[in-house]
């Protein structure tokens, strides 16, 4: 085992891959063709390849993503490769957790689980947005299972991610302008708005609740 074959391995598993090989414009008009394309072959695969390269001939290469992502976040000298593994692993849970005409009703056992943890579905939707819109810069928000077992709504600045902080991600939205800037310009309430609405494959999250 190579880490740069399962690194590979786990791009070609990216859950928009199949529908993006066969349809580029598959989450149009809400994502388009042209933020696809740069946002998926382009960003994505940039930290993929940087990441191939730093850890290269180190110790780390023969580790899993996850466990790049924990050993590199606790040093500083490593700064590099953490941005760029916690990048890849964001990413290919972004890819996942859409859809074309996602959106819509939230399967039951999810369901349960947000309106008990936050309430209702509306109060969730608008927590989940909020982290999105108020985190200043690039950067994502989150819906993730706390370590007591309590879904929780947060954001990170840049490539961070609630691994780090002992939660399990279950829904990751992308808030770096390069997510949105294409089709929505600067208007980052509407591009969330539209990625709850329109996107969020809730089957997928539903299977990340165990
Ligand atoms: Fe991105």
Same mark, same amino acid.
């Given at each position: 085992?190579?880490?740069?074959?399962?690194?590979?391995?786990?791009?070609?598993?990216?859950?928009?891959?199949?529908?993006?090989?066969?349809? /580029? #414009?598959?989450?149009?008009?809400? %994502? @388009?063709? +042209?933020?696809?394309? *740069?946002?998926?072959? $382009?960003?994505?695969?940039?930290?993929?390849?940087?990441?191939?390269?730093?850890? /290269? #001939?180190?110790?780390?290469?023969? %580790? @899993?993503? +996850?466990?790049?992502? *924990?050993?590199?976040? $606790?040093?500083?000298?490593?700064?590099?490769?953490?941005?760029?593994?916690?990048?890849?692993?964001?990413?290919?849970?972004?890819?996942?957790?859409?859809?074309?005409?996602?959106?819509?009703?939230?399967?039951?056992?999810?369901?349960?689980?947000?309106?008990?943890?936050?309430?209702?579905?509306?109060?969730?939707?608008?927590?989940?947005?909020?982290?999105?819109?108020?985190?200043?810069?690039?950067?994502?928000?989150?819906?993730?299972?706390?370590?007591?077992?309590?879904?929780?709504?947060?954001?990170?600045?840049?490539?961070?991610?609630?691994?780090?902080?002992?939660?399990?991600?279950?829904?990751?939205?992308?808030?770096?302008?390069?997510?949105?800037?294409?089709?929505?310009?600067?208007?980052?309430?509407?591009?969330?708005?539209?990625?709850?609405?329109?996107?969020?494959?809730?089957?997928?999250?539903?299977?990340?609740?165990?």
């Amino acid at each position: 085992f190579q880490a740069e074959d399962g690194i590979r391995d786990s791009v070609a598993s990216r859950g928009l891959g199949d529908v993006y090989k066969r349809q /580029k #414009d598959a989450l149009s008009p809400i %994502m @388009s063709e +042209e933020t696809l394309d *740069l946002h998926h072959g $382009k960003h994505h695969q940039t930290y993929i390849t940087n990441l191939i390269n730093f850890i /290269k #001939d180190t110790d780390m290469a023969n %580790m @899993s993503l +996850e466990e790049i992502i *924990l050993k590199s976040s $606790k040093d500083e000298s490593k700064a590099g490769i953490f941005n760029n593994a916690s990048q890849h692993w964001n990413h290919n849970l972004f890819w996942k957790c859409m859809k074309p005409n996602g959106g819509g009703k939230i399967p039951s056992k999810l369901e349960k689980r947000i309106t008990s943890d936050f309430g209702s579905v509306d109060q969730f939707k608008k927590n989940f947005k909020k982290e999105g819109i108020t985190q200043f810069g690039s950067g994502w928000c989150w819906l993730s299972i706390s370590i007591e077992g309590k879904l929780v709504v947060s954001k990170t600045a840049n490539a961070a991610n609630p691994l780090i902080d002992n939660m399990k991600p279950i829904l990751g939205c992308d808030v770096w302008e390069h997510s949105y800037y294409i089709d929505y310009k600067n208007r980052r309430p509407e591009y969330l708005d539209k990625f709850v609405d329109n996107l969020i494959n809730w089957e997928f999250v539903e299977s990340l609740l165990d």
